[in-house]
């Protein structure tokens, strides 16, 4: 199992979780989060903007379903056909186990 963490523009999100459910990706938690990336924030005249608003989807899946995942995240979130800066960034991680609280099993 692999733990994937997507940092988004947040006029992203609607339209990557519709395709992640088509796609039968349906369980996401999201998040509100600040930040800034490579760039060191925006500036906008004389006011430089160091936390810029974002969105964090947090998803569990097996290991085949990374690279489909990821694809449909990628193309989904990215702005214009070459994609800008602050589009965002995905990480992946080994996720050792999971459980159901309500049921005790394992697994997802």
Do not use: W
């Not at 930040?35 to 430089?48: A, S």
């Not at 969105?55 to 995942?69: A, G």
Request: glycine share 12%.
């Amino acid at each position: 199992m692999l733990l994937v963490r997507a940092i988004i523009r947040p006029e992203k999100v609607g339209l990557v979780l519709s395709e992640l459910t088509a796609a039968g990706f349906p369980a996401v938690t999201k998040l509100d989060v600040y930040g800034r990336g490579k760039q060191k924030g925006i500036k906008v005249g004389d006011v430089h903007y160091d936390e810029i608003p974002k969105e964090m989807l947090v998803i569990v899946c097996n290991d085949e379903d990374k690279d489909d995942l990821v694809k449909i995240i990628m193309r989904v979130a990215r702005t214009g056909e070459k994609g800008q800066y602050g589009d965002g960034r995905i990480f992946t991680s080994v996720v050792e186990s999971a459980y159901t609280i309500s049921t005790g099993k394992p697994g997802l």
